[in-house]
């Protein structure tokens, strides 16, 4: 039988976008923060710093002392959006893996669609923590009418022995300004260009599915935290073989 349900799922295309993740204050206190910083390096790409590809002032906040505050206050506003984000794909978290979870009954259940909904935030949050993790977090800013990363890219893909890229589950960008013409992240098969507002939050899949690039600003710089979600390493999940 046709459902509601059936038309919400064949008219989703997995882009999400949560306003007001964080308000406008503490986006311009990221945004002076990272102009006033001596460490940014100009943006590097998987094949490294290729300005025709991706033209950005970059700094990686994670690892730093200094940028503690500011890495935890973007990462709590994240992990707000992605349990938004599971609450509407579930199986973003239970199509990977077969994960149970205990009823009422003492007895292990598997976790289902209609189990993580009948879920408060309290009991689901340490289960997305058992199965995911935040990862590096990237401050990036594109000058007017010259930076962007115009080339069509996607999140996923093989870099290095321990396989970190292709953790990655979930890409998200928070815009912190939109003071700026165009400037969108565009996605290709989607048909789809989010217009940055600022404190908004994007979520989409890091696969090519999602395939996408950052439009230029005309007019005015554009300002953004970006960073992905990661599924934890097999040994953390598994443990050691």
Not at 168 to 185: A, I, S
Request: hydrophobic share 40%; charged share 25%.
């Amino acid at each position: 039988m046709h459902t509601p349900q059936d038309d919400a799922v064949a008219a989703a295309d997995f882009i999400e976008v949560y306003d007001d993740a964080l308000d406008a204050q503490q986006c311009a206190w990221l945004v002076e923060r990272f102009s006033a910083s001596s460490d940014t390096v100009p943006g590097r790409i998987g094949g490294g710093v290729l300005p025709d590809l991706k033209d950005s002032r970059d700094l990686t906040i994670t690892g730093r002392d200094a940028w503690r505050d500011a890495e935890a206050m973007l990462n709590a506003a994240v992990f707000k959006g992605l349990i938004a984000y599971l609450r509407r794909y579930p199986h973003t978290l239970i199509a990977p893996l077969m994960l149970e979870v205990p009823g009422d009954d003492g007895a292990r259940h598997r976790l289902t669609a209609e189990r993580l909904a009948a879920m408060d935030d309290a009991a689901l949050a340490p289960i997305v923590q058992t199965v995911l993790r935040p990862g590096a977090i990237n401050l990036q800013r594109y000058t007017a009418d010259r930076g962007g990363y115009p080339y069509w890219h996607c999140e996923l893909y093989p870099r290095d022995a321990h396989g970190e890229t292709l953790h990655r589950h979930l890409l998200w960008t928070m815009y912190l300004n939109d003071g700026f013409e165009v400037g969108e992240t565009e996605f290709l098969y989607q048909r789809r260009r989010i217009a940055p507002r600022t404190g908004s939050l994007l979520i989409a899949p890091a696969a090519f599915t999602h395939t996408h690039r950052g439009n230029r600003p005309k007019g005015g710089d554009k300002f953004i935290a970006t960073s992905w979600i990661l599924f934890q390493r097999a040994e953390t999940l598994f443990g050691a073989s």
